[in-house]
């Protein structure tokens, strides 16, 4: 009886195809074997000196560092960080998610939320569809403040002076739909006032024009604002509890004003799409490693910048609780 030569075919083509898929893991892995072997670089959208900045440089101090095996401990390559400030954070941004390399030698830092208000309200080339997480080592919230020498104590103080004084109260923030702005729109609704937003170039820009006195008040990060020190005073804290680097600052809500935590600064580090799973699976590794370097840890604290290590689920997770969240409060806020 003659042998049906169809199923040794398809055995040879299917042999064939597990050969080939075995070739190409190889290669994947080998490449990712060999990542990284030169600096890699993190692109921030900001400013240099301002808060992301000054913590995307605080955060990867471990990246090259080394165990007594002289075996890398985290990344094994020194990080350097490169900026490519304007519009928010947008042009940076923009540029990443269009043109950055996918090789793995050029991160970012994200700021959520604001590249994902940014992605919900303008024609911007990024998305938290093209960009791919791969550890988060911030939360810092935004908090209200004003001059030195400003005669607002408290927040009330200064609804007072926008509800008496329509249009007159201008304040400060890092740009259009980042988190100081977001907090800036929600207390204007739950004021129910009409205040003038200003924005600055990034937060430092933001900051300066608060100090100088170019407007009543500003939104900034608590980090930045804490850093500060007797050249500000900060009157509440966009968020659901007290911080435990400003105790005696209260949350708006504790002063029956209804801004919550939609506006707290998320910080981390991201490639484009694109990027092989095998180096985004090694990064992911990592990164929050290099990120919970107790010498990190201590520089983080004592500059006063609130830490928040997550892992890349846990930030995939947050990024789409917070494009959800930030859909629904922005179509229910009034741009100004």
């Not at 064939?16 to 692109?43: K, W």
């Not at 990080?79 to 954070?89: C, D, F, H, R």
């Not at 809500?253 to 490639?271: A, C, H, P, Y």
Request: hydrophobic fraction near 40%.
């Amino acid at each position: 009886m003659k042998s049906n030569p169809i199923p040794s075919l398809t055995r040879l083509l299917a042999t064939g195809l597990v050969a080939a898929i075995s070739a190409l893991t190889m290669a994947t892995a080998s490449y990712a074997d060999g990542y990284p072997d030169r600096p890699i670089g993190v692109m921030v959208a900001y400013s240099p000196g301002g808060a992301t900045d000054f913590q995307a440089r605080v955060a990867t101090l471990a990246s090259a560092k080394l165990d007594k095996e002289e075996q890398p401990v985290s990344i094994g390559q020194p990080i350097y960080v490169t900026n490519k400030p304007g519009a928010g954070g947008r042009k940076g941004w923009n540029w990443f998610a269009e043109k950055a390399p996918t090789d793995g030698y050029m991160l970012a830092a994200y700021n959520v939320p604001h590249f994902i208000a940014q992605s919900i309200v303008f024609d911007t080339k990024y998305n938290i569809g093209n960009l791919e997480p791969v550890g988060n080592w911030g939360a810092d919230p935004a908090v209200l403040i004003v001059g030195k020498d400003s005669p607002f104590n408290t927040a009330q103080d200064l609804v007072e002076f926008a509800k008496g004084n329509p249009g007159k109260l201008t304040v400060s923030g890092a740009g259009k739909f980042v988190g100081h702005h977001i907090a800036f729109l929600q207390l204007a609704k739950a004021s129910a006032t009409d205040m003038q937003y200003v924005p600055g170039k990034g937060g430092v820009g933001a900051l300066k024009l608060v100090k100088g006195g170019q407007v009543k008040a500003g939104f900034n990060n608590l980090s930045d604002s804490a850093r500060a020190g007797d050249d500000i005073k900060i009157l509440a804290v966009a968020d659901l509890e007290r911080h435990e680097f400003l105790p005696d600052v209260p949350t708006f809500r504790e002063l029956g004003i209804d801004v919550d935590n939609s506006s707290v600064n998320f910080r981390g580090l991201m490639v484009p799409a694109g990027t092989d799973q095998a180096i985004i699976d090694f990064l992911a590794e990592k990164v929050p490693v290099m990120f919970g370097d107790n010498k990190t840890l201590g520089k983080m604290k004592q500059t006063n910048s609130p830490v928040r290590i997550m892992n890349r689920d846990e930030v995939i997770a947050m990024w789409q609780e917070r494009q959800a969240a930030l859909t629904e409060l922005l179509a229910t806020l009034k741009d100004e």
